[in-house]
């Protein structure tokens, strides 16, 4: 099966500008992750989606982050504005739905803000 | 969440067993563990995950301590190609944490 694509995979702003990231997870797959990995960290959850409704979004920074899931396929991060310590690997994964079960990652969008 | 504890970094030798230890002291009876792995400048991905057996896969093996408060995750035959950061991961649902992860390193 095909992988969790994402776009672009490398992206430079300055700061205060705004960008937004696009994920495709895996047909079939209803729930969808987006993850922040700053540099020598684990990846932290921002948000889940189930379908296309908001799961857990506890930890977005809401001042200036939003994501939508629309029709629950693809899916758009937005940053607006950003910080340079948004500087970050934004990786999205999906998985079949909840419970203990392994979810597929894309490769991510590796963000600079200078 | 239980909180895990990894060694921060090993070798090992290419074509031997790899064994990585987690201690999950605090976890729950419906708290599974999962392990990931992370190799350079890709996402995560997923190895295995287990709740009190033993687990095999065509990846690794999970072996969990009767006391559930460890486990090992084995890498049968390690090859150059899993020089990566692994992740040990206890979670009761959805929403895996990554800590920091033992970075492992295969030497020829």
């Known amino acids: 099966e095909a992988g969790v694509a994402q776009s672009p995979r490398y992206k430079i702003i300055e700061k205060r500008q705004s960008v937004a990231f696009w994920c495709n997870p895996i047909s079939g797959h209803a729930t969808l992750y987006w993850y922040q990995q700053i540099l020598g960290q684990g990846p932290k959850l921002l948000i889940q989606?189930?379908?296309?409704?908001?799961?857990?979004d506890s930890q977005l920074p809401k001042d200036r982050f939003s994501a939508e899931r629309l029709k629950g396929v693809d899916s758009t991060l937005k940053i607006q504005p950003a910080k340079l310590e948004d500087s970050a690997v934004y990786l999205c994964?999906?998985?079949?739905?909840?419970?203990?079960?392994?979810?597929?990652f894309g490769s991510g969008t590796r963000l600079t803000v200078v | 969440d239980a909180k895990t504890t990894q060694p921060t970094s090993m070798d090992c030798a290419e074509g031997r067993a790899a064994n990585l230890p987690c201690n999950h002291s605090t976890i729950s009876g419906n708290e599974y563990v999962y392990w990931y792995r992370q190799i350079h400048s890709q996402g995560p991905q997923y190895i295995i995950h287990g709740l009190k057996n033993n687990e095999t896969n065509e990846m690794a093996s999970l072996i969990i301590t009767e006391d559930r408060k460890s486990s090992t995750l084995i890498l049968p035959h390690a090859t150059l190609r899993d020089t990566a950061v692994y992740y040990c991961?206890?979670?009761?649902?959805?929403?895996?944490?990554f800590g920091a992860g033992t970075t492992v390193t295969v030497r020829a």
């Open positions: 994964a999906s998985s079949r739905g909840q419970g203990p079960i392994g979810y597929t």
């Open positions: 989606f189930q379908n296309n409704g908001v799961v857990d």
């Open positions: 991961i206890v979670r009761a649902d959805y929403k895996l944490s």
